[in-house]
């Protein structure tokens, strides 16, 4: 007599291995996938559908603003069963003890995170971070279980020119027979071909032309839909130009708000099949393309595999019935997931700012043309010549005033404080398309570096945004100066991430977001392009603590055009 296993699931089976469509019964027995037909069970599941448990190709949890236990417990229902996922926030505050700090989280959480060991940390020297992660640290972290390989590469010029310590840590992810990922957005020239040598991966596609040339160049093109950069549509065609195993379907970010009411990678694969997408073929790029890119034992159905499944009542719209991890059925429903998280606190230091801190002095007449940074969404800037005015009112010492916002083209002043306990040295500079009607907005949320940016209509709002956000400890705050209040998401975990729970957040989220469009916030991807808005390792211009950067150069320029 044969002994009962654990668990007998029947259904219509989507065979990624074979990219068919098998009416099947899987026999599970200790968490593991072991055969295939009718055996005796202690328990019988039925499903219209059943698909290996979800993949996440790229993302990074801190951008959901809470602990890797409470993502888990969002997307897991949704059949997310594993994600990829780049702590280089984490350790862009913290270094390599936060990302150590921050993984150990994940024992609390049914979900299998899998972390690429942080490149790029600083992301370049133009910025001041709080944390940096070398050659030696990467080759140690590259050593966790967790690690599956060497995180988005961002600093394309070092990689191109031969710098030595980039190459250190490419290196110790190939002797470690490990995946290095990219992170190569707008290339397309011969820069790729040498790119290629070195990378595997790219998710920062924008454009069908972009996608089509780094999957000719041999790269895995990872399809993004997340909650600030939607480029799936614009992507979609090249399933039928390519061969779609090299094709994965990554989020990048997802919003806490997303993740609780929508889940996480599963959107991307709707979205997909919406798009035409044969379903075998969608599932497969959120499934056995990831784990084959990253050598996971998981993300597909055949004996020797983790018994990860996904019970679906329907397949194209994802219509989740149950959700199995390692054998265990519906893993979260019982759960409740800790708010606390290993992550230290109390990295928001700077001392107290006032308004002249935050503004550009200027001896002479107005107006005066500046370098203004535009705000166009999906990350994207565009350079932009404006005129300002000199506010001459109460001018600095030496100086015959300061420039200030010119409302009437949208191009208001912005500041990046670094908060990192550091230099702590601000960057002035002006941002345009916002969209403000008066009040200000900020963050401690500002990748890579994560030091605290501020924009607002006055240098006065602005100073009231910054200051509150160093009284509590980081997060995203609005300030309306009609009501004389202010809004806020507190993020006390590295300034990062909130210590309340998911639905707390999700509320105080949604918060501040109303408050922002109430002072007229408009720009494509809401307050969350904010916190893009210091990240100098994509085009074209970007404000940094350290000065207005200009990316493609490399270098510093001056905001005042002489």
Same mark, same amino acid.
């Not at 006032?354 to 107006?367: F, N, Q, R, V």
């Given at each position: ?124 020297? &133009? #910025? $001041?971070?709080?944390?940096?992660? *070398? ?6 972290? /590259?050593?966790?279980?967790? =690690?599956? +390989? ?41 820069? &790729? #071909? $040498?790119?290629?040598?070195?990378? *595997? ?6 454009? /069908?032309?972009?996608?089509? =040339?780094? +999957? ?347």
């Amino acid at each position: 007599m044969i002994d009962p296993v654990d668990l007998l699931v029947k259904g219509t089976v989507v065979d990624v291995t074979t990219g068919s469509f098998e009416d099947r019964a899987i026999a599970v027995d200790d968490g593991e996938i072991v055969g295939f037909g009718e055996h005796p069970a202690s328990r019988v599941l039925e499903a219209a559908y059943v698909t290996p448990g979800l993949i996440d190709a790229h993302t990074h949890i801190e951008a959901s603003m809470v602990t890797i236990p409470q993502y888990g417990e969002a997307v897991v229902p949704h059949g997310v069963t594993s994600v990829i996922h780049d702590p280089h926030e984490i350790a862009n505050v913290l270094g390599p003890a936060g990302v150590r700090n921050f993984g150990a989280d994940a024992d609390s959480t049914p979900l299998k995170p899998r972390m690429t060991v942080p490149s790029s940390v600083p992301a370049t020297p &133009l #910025q $001041d971070a709080g944390g940096s992660v *070398d050659a030696a640290a990467v080759d140690d972290l /590259l050593a966790v279980d967790q =690690a599956v +390989a060497l995180g988005e590469v961002m600093d394309l010029p070092a990689v191109l020119n031969g710098d030595e310590e980039i190459h250190t840590k490419i290196t110790a992810a190939r002797d470690h027979g490990l995946t290095v990922d990219g992170h190569i957005p707008g290339v397309t020239d011969a820069s &790729l #071909q $040498d790119l290629a040598r070195y990378l *595997d991966t790219d998710h920062e596609s924008v454009t /069908l032309d972009e996608a089509r =040339a780094k +999957a000719d160049a041999g790269f895995r093109v990872y399809l993004r839909e997340g909650s600030t950069s939607k480029n799936l549509e614009a992507l979609v065609d090249i399933v039928e130009e390519v061969d779609t195993r090299r094709l994965s379907l990554c989020t990048d970010d997802r919003s806490v708000v997303d993740i609780l009411e929508n889940g996480g990678i599963n959107e991307a694969v709707q979205k997909a099949m919406e798009l035409g997408v044969a379903p075998v073929t969608a599932v497969q790029m959120a499934t056995l393309n990831t784990a084959e890119a990253y050598d996971l034992p998981f993300g597909r159905i055949e004996p020797g595999a983790p018994a990860d499944l996904v019970l679906l009542s329907e397949l194209e719209s994802w219509s989740v019935e149950h959700v199995i991890i390692d054998g265990v059925v519906d893993p979260t429903a019982d759960s409740t997931p800790p708010n606390r998280s290993a992550v230290a606190t109390d990295t928001v230091t700077f001392d107290p700012v006032d308004p002249s801190d935050l503004a550009i002095e200027h001896t002479g007449s107005g107006p005066v043309e500046v370098r203004v940074e535009s705000a166009i969404g999906s990350f994207r800037t565009e350079r932009r010549i404006a005129t300002v005015p000199v506010d001459t009112s109460d001018p600095p010492a030496g100086t015959d005033g300061v420039l200030v916002s010119n409302c009437e083209a949208d191009v208001l002043p912005m500041a990046v404080i670094e908060r990192h306990g550091g230099p702590g040295n601000v960057g002035c500079g002006f941002v345009h398309n916002l969209g403000l009607e008066r009040g200000a907005i900020g963050t401690t949320v500002a990748h890579d570096a994560h030091n605290c940016i501020v924009a607002g209509v006055s240098h006065t709002a602005i100073v009231t945004v910054a200051n509150h956000l160093r009284e509590v400890d980081g997060g995203i705050a609005v300030f309306d100066p009609v009501s004389d209040a202010l809004t806020t998401l507190p993020l006390p975990v590295a300034g990062l991430i909130s210590d309340a729970p998911i639905d707390e957040t999700a509320n105080s989220f949604e918060a501040v977001v109303e408050a922002a469009a109430d002072i007229g916030l408009s720009v494509p991807g809401g307050i969350l392009e904010l916190t893009y808005l210091a990240l100098e390792v994509i085009p074209t211009d970007r404000l940094t603590n350290n000065g207005l950067v200009d990316v493609e150069a490399g270098e510093y320029v001056d905001v005042v055009v002489e």
